[in-house]
Each structure stands twice: as C-alpha cells, then as structure tokens.
C-alpha cells in the first residue's frame, strides 16, 4: 500500500515544519484571503470567528461523498465549525453561522488528533475535513499529531476555494486530495451571496495551486477509492448564478479537460435563502432544465473525468443532521453510455 505523502514529510521533521510556519500566520491571521490581521493566538476573533484551537461540530463515517472517497465504509468527515464565508444558502449553516453555540465545540489538537484516529479504526478510508479553510492550521496541527500515533489515511481538504496560496503551498504534501467547490464565475455573486470580495480570482489562484501539486490524473488505489488527486465540485444554483458554464470554460482552458468535476443537482433553499425576499432568486430548487443545462455544458467542454448527481438525487446529502444516505452520484462516463 503506498502510503501518504505527509509520512515521508514526518520521517524528514518538514512536516512539524510546516505546521510551525502555518501556525505564524495565525498572529497577523491571513489563513485565508479575507486577511483579517487580527491575533487568533491571543484570542482575538474577526470574520470567521475562530479562534487558536480547532472547532469540531461533528466526526462521522459518511457515505453520501463521491464514490470513489465514500467507498463502502464511509469517508471520515470532520466538520470544522464556522466558516469564512456567509453563504446565504449555507446548507450547514447551523454549524457554519453560528459562532455562539460553535465555541462550545472548541477541542485540543490532541483531541483532534484522537478523532482522525478512531474514524480510522471505524474502517474509513480518508479523513475528509469539511470546511477547513479558517482552521488550515490547526488541521495540519491535528494530522502531525495523528501522523506520530499510526494514521496512514489520505486526507482530503474539502473546502469552499476561497483559500490562500500561501497556505496551500504549504499544505503541498499534507494533504493527498482536494475537493473545492467552484461556486462562482463573477464576484458580484460572490459578494451578494457569500459576502466576500473577489471570490472568482482568489478561488481560481486557488485552484490552479490544488492543480500544481496533483496534476489532472486521479490515483486510485487497488481498492478503487481515490488516494490522491483534485476534483473540483460545481453546485447548480437556479437562475445560472454560479456560472457554471464559465466555469467549467475556466477549467478546461487554464488547467485541463481531465481535471475531474463532480457536477451537483442536490441544492435546496434554506437559510436566508428561504426567508429573506432579498435572495428570490435562491428561494427555489433547480429546475430540470437548468440541471441539463450545465449537463450538456459538460459535454460541450468534453470534460471527461468525474462525477454527476442524479436529477432526482437532489438534496440526499450535507443535511443538516448529517444523517447518511445511498450515493446519489454517477460516474461521467457512464452518463455518455
Ligand atoms: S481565517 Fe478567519 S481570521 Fe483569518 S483571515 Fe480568514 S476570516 Fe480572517
């Protein structure tokens, strides 16, 4: 079995390393692109609300991820609590928004560590950190202790890509697969429904250093489940306000058509979404028009590598509870027939 690359980071001492220049950036914090400057180590909080030490929501087994991370024993999720982002259709946004009950969840890295342990003493085949952009440090913090007490399963960096380059360079060799979301192709989206500036260029410089590290091909293992790699998640937002056509247009032109794309019908209004008459044109589910639109778009791309959603699978996984379900994903080669 070929083991992770943060093992060989380990045997060298570049990984705890890492883990210390990392840490720097949480004094004059500039974890992500917001640059907030503020002293997380000496508690002072700002955009995303967090703090020095990790917050976990929830660790859990789940089954609803791509086929290729979920397996048949489930992919190990950790969810981060809080975010750096103020999607307004967060579909976690109890766990995402609201930093007052989150700070209850606050844990050691020893902690952290423990966790990433026993999902793998559950039998799961990646350790899958939902969220981890704000806790980027701590996370890295977290997989040098684990790393020291025995885990060897890949992890996989499952983030919203409004992520620092600096940073990423600096997870180059920790983590073995990235799963961004691509959520928009312009800013002013960006900016109205997740509340950050230039959400289309530092997402794309973000990308595209996910893309250095691990290239467009996709390590599976003899077990079939993906070892390493980059698969780029497009949401289908109604109304076309992802931009998913551009986006994929981006994907193709600057990093490769092999790049695998995991194309998502599952999005279902909620949070202010659902209530505020501000965001109308979030207040529904996607019509099946619009769902074969960015299908044919795939085509047209001749994007050849990845993932779809049924139609009717929408909304079957990220609920709220977490609870698990029945993969609702196909493979893109097999939609071609
Ligand atoms: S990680 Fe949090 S505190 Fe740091 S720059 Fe981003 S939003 Fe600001």
Redesign the pocket.
């Known amino acids: 079995m070929k083991l992770p690359s943060y093992i060989s980071l380990l045997a060298t001492g570049e990984l705890a390393a890492r883990v210390q220049r990392l840490e720097a ?2 004094e004059q ?10 002293n ?1 180590l000496n508690s002072e ?6 703090g020095k030490l990790p917050i976990v929501s929830s660790y859990t087994p789940h089954f609803g991820e791509e086929p290729a991370l979920s397996g048949t024993n489930g992919a190990g999720n950790i969810f981060f609590g ?1 975010c ?1 982002l103020r999607c307004v259709y967060c579909q976690n946004y109890q766990i995402s928004q609201t930093h007052k009950e989150q700070i209850k969840n606050e844990v050691t890295h020893e902690r952290l560590a423990a966790m990433m342990l026993e999902l793998a003493t559950q039998g799961c085949h990646n350790i899958n950190f939902v969220s981890p ?4 440090p701590q996370m890295a913090r977290g997989i040098l202790i684990a790393a020291h007490q025995g885990l060897r399963l890949p992890i996989v960096y499952n983030t919203n890509a ?1 992520d ?1 380059v600096e940073v990423l360079r600096l997870l180059d060799g920790v983590v073995d697969v990235y799963l961004p979301d691509l959520k928009y192709a312009e800013d002013e989206a960006g900016y109205l429904y997740s509340k950050v500036k230039g959400y289309k260029e530092c997402s794309r410089l973000a990308i595209a250093e996910m893309y250095r590290q691990t290239g467009a091909e996709l390590v599976l293992g003899e077990d079939g489940l993906l070892k390493r790699g980059l698969v780029i998640r497009l949401l289908v937002l109604p109304n076309d306000i992802g931009g998913v056509h551009e986006s994929l247009e981006w994907i193709r032109d600057t990093l490769s058509p092999r790049v695998a794309v995991s194309l998502m019908a599952q999005y279902y209004p909620t949070n202010q979404a659902a209530t505020n008459p501000r965001h109308i044109l979030l207040s529904r589910r996607i019509t099946e028009s619009e769902w074969l639109r960015a299908v044919s778009a795939l085509e047209e791309m001749g994007m050849e590598n990845g993932w779809m959603q049924e139609f009717d699978g929408a909304a079957y996984y990220y609920r709220p509870d977490f609870s698990n379900s029945d993969t609702p994903f196909k493979d893109i080669r097999d939609f071609r027939g």
Do not use: E, I
Not at 29 to 38: A, G, K, M, S
């Open positions: 950036l949480l914090c500039t974890v992500c692109p917001r640059d907030c400057l503020n997380r909080l700002a955009a995303c609300y967090s809080n750096n952009t704000h806790f980027a409004y620092s």
